[in-house]
């Protein structure tokens, strides 16, 4: 179990999916800037998909997620219309010149989508990309999997799902909004592993009512499944900025100290049953290609998470998605209305980002390496960031410029990370706890 110092996860902290985060993002860069990138692609540019269904059938309290109800057809008919649009005008300007190795569906859910309509997306991504070798991953919702679902997923080449599992324990469930039995899950990954679909779990700590037990009950039902791989999240409360987590009462959450045990007692219990610890809060089978990237470094990080993907090209299509490029992020318009608009248009829905500086991108660097493998070269003579009270509990050794965390500095990675973070305020509220 590791050593809790409380005063070095005070300060909230970005997850660093990107560098610098969306909290810089400005309009002042937006659709023009994304066009510059893809009209500069190069012949045989490897490019990474990721679109973004932003619709549920239930709306779960705890979701930090851009996200609205499907509850109407009509709506969902018209944002699959405009995607197909989207992916028509992104393909267009990027020509011939690009080859897809990775395609994702996020969202929301995009089981949420009417089954034609999934692959109504996927023969448009085929039609008019490069992309017969793409590996394809899905989000899914396993309250809304059924046989048909599966076997339509496995047809049409999907190799990877993710299930939105969360918690197993009913009465944590319900003060989430969030009614999920054991045994639904349990029959959609024994379909879907029949299927030959690899798949992963999603899981939190630090939900309402949680307590360790609870959590170990859920991790314990999680490994004898034996998905490929497990995400393990803290909940961020954040009511402010999500009004739907306003049904779920704050005193009836974990406090700081509990979610530390809860995250270290999720890492020795997944790491003992034969998971390898991808960064803090990821674990994958060691067969598994995430494990095996982190073995020969070359995991990264990206705004789905730790990711094996190793193109520099990530092209977001949907609403509120993101794309980036080694010297440039950039975010659709979130509005779904005001996005199809724009498409319909037949103009570029990017509207806010961040062109990222050699500073930026030293920066970034270093963040992705720490978090991702544990060590970092600096390769800067300056100090780039006070590292001083993680030095004094032996949690980070330097040596030159090399800068390394030790065995217990794991759940601090990201508070260490933010030593390096040039933007980030002593006082800052958007973001969640380290742990």
């Not at 997620?65 to 300007?93: D, H, K, M, S």
């Not at 897809?100 to 089954?115: D, E, K, M, Q, Y």
């Not at 909940?235 to 270290?264: E, K, S, V």
Request: hydrophobic fraction near 40%; aromatic fraction near 8%.
């Amino acid at each position: 179990m590791w050593t809790y110092h409380p005063d070095l996860l005070t300060q909230s902290v970005p997850r660093y999916t990107s560098y610098p985060t969306a909290a810089q993002f400005s309009s002042d860069v937006g659709a023009a800037d994304l066009a510059a990138r893809l009209d500069a692609a190069e012949k045989g540019t490897a490019l990474s998909l990721y679109l973004h269904i932003p619709y549920c059938h239930d709306i779960c309290w705890y979701c930090g997620c851009n996200t609205g109800a499907a509850n109407r057809a009509q709506r969902l008919t018209a944002y699959v219309e405009a995607l197909e649009r989207e992916i028509a005008l992104i393909a267009q300007r990027i020509g011939n010149r690009g080859q897809v190795l990775r395609i994702a569906f996020g969202g929301g859910s995009p089981n949420s989508l009417p089954l034609v309509d999934f692959v109504r997306l996927l023969q448009q991504l085929f039609l008019c990309f490069d992309a017969r070798q793409a590996e394809v991953s899905v989000e899914l919702d396993p309250r809304r999997l059924d046989g048909q679902w599966i076997a339509t997923l496995a047809a049409t080449g999907v190799g990877r799902v993710n299930l939105g599992v969360q918690t197993f324990t009913p009465h944590v469930q319900t003060r989430i909004g969030r009614i999920q039995p054991l045994d639904m899950v349990e029959r959609a990954v024994d379909q879907l592993r029949a299927a030959g679909i690899a798949v992963g779990f999603d899981l939190m700590y630090g939900l309402p009512g949680q307590s360790l037990d609870d959590l170990a009950s859920t991790i314990d039902a999680s490994i004898r499944m034996q998905p490929a791989r497990i995400a393990l999240f803290g909940y961020a409360h954040m009511p402010r900025l999500l009004p739907r987590q306003r049904r779920i009462d704050a005193a009836d959450l974990p406090d700081l100290a509990t979610r530390f045990y809860m995250a270290g007692q999720g890492h020795d219990m997944l790491t003992a049953a034969g998971y390898s610890a991808i960064g803090f809060d990821h674990f994958a089978l060691p067969e598994d290609g995430l494990a095996r990237a982190q073995r020969e470094r070359r995991l990264r990080r990206n705004f789905q998470g730790f990711t094996d993907d190793p193109a520099d090209f990530l092209l977001g299509l949907g609403a509120s998605a993101i794309s980036q490029f080694p010297d440039l992020i950039v975010q659709n318009e979130k509005q779904a209305g005001v996005w199809r608009q724009r498409v319909e248009a037949g103009q570029l829905s990017a509207v806010r980002g961040s062109l990222r500086t050699p500073e930026d991108r030293l920066r970034g660097r270093i963040i992705e390496e720490l978090l991702c493998h544990g060590e970092a070269l600096m390769g800067v003579t300056q100090p780039l960031g006070d590292l001083s009270s993680f030095m004094a509990r032996g949690l980070v050794r330097m040596n030159g410029d090399r800068i390394a965390l030790t065995r217990e500095a794991l759940p601090y990675a990201r508070s260490i990370a933010a030593c390096f973070d040039s933007y980030l305020l002593p006082a800052e509220g958007r973001f969640s706890h380290a742990v």
